[in-house]
């Protein structure tokens, strides 16, 4: 039975086998700080290990049921606000005009296609943090 386990800061997916009386936990795949199971972790896992019959509904089950509480302090969410800084600043670097020239297999069209999806993505979050911020804590100020 395959289960996800957490071994430091990063998570896996293993398995147990039973090899000449012991059991040994076999990884499947590394699935980061944050687990998910993707469609990609399926194939790879899948491609990798064919005899092995796995309940994919119940592991992503699995994953998505954990509750987490972030700490503003944490480790994790320290490395989020430095990743949406650099990302910020890759954005504010990028030239439209550029990404035409170097278009390759369509390449700027799936820049656009994620863009747009980031977009989607920031309102939800935008409009779930102006919904459940009490009013001091963010001193009247709204998001948008």
């Known amino acids: 039975m395959a ?8 998570y896996f997916l293993v398995h147990n086998v039973r090899r000449r009386g ?12 944050r687990p ?8 790879t896992v ?3 290990h064919p005899f092995l019959d796995l309940d994919w509904s119940h592991l992503r089950e699995q994953v998505s049921s954990r509750v987490e509480v972030f700490d503003v302090r944490s ?4 490395n989020l606000v430095h990743s949406l800084r650099n990302l910020n600043l890759d954005l504010a670097d990028l030239s439209p005009p550029l990404l035409v020239l170097a278009d390759r297999a ?5 820049l656009v296609t994620q863009l747009r999806l980031l977009r989607s993505i920031l309102d939800i979050k935008l409009d779930q943090l ?5 009013d001091s804590a963010l001193g009247g100020r709204k998001f948008r």
Do not use: C, M
């Open 3 to 10: 289960f996800v386990r957490r071994k430091g800061k990063t």
């Open 22 to 33: 012991k059991v040994q936990q076999l990884h499947l795949a590394r699935l980061g700080q």
């Open 36 to 43: 998910r199971i993707t469609d990609d972790v399926v194939r």
């Open 46 to 48: 899948s491609r990798k």
């Open 75 to 78: 480790p994790y969410v320290q």
């Open 106 to 110: 369509n390449s700027s069209r799936e």
């Open 130 to 134: 102006e919904r459940t911020e009490p």
